[in-house]
């Protein structure tokens, strides 16, 4: 496989976990 492409993937899935980690803690 294309490295390039997993290391995406794998960026946007930690980018995506990590607003999913800030909006849960959010006071609201």
Known sequence: M???LVY???LQ???F???HVL???SPN
Do not use: R
Request: negative net charge; without cysteine.
């Open 2 to 4: 294309n490295h390039d």
């Open 8 to 10: 995406m993937i794998k």
């Open 13 to 15: 899935a930690n980018m």
């Open 23 to 25: 909006l849960d803690e």
């Open 17 to 19: 976990n990590g607003a």
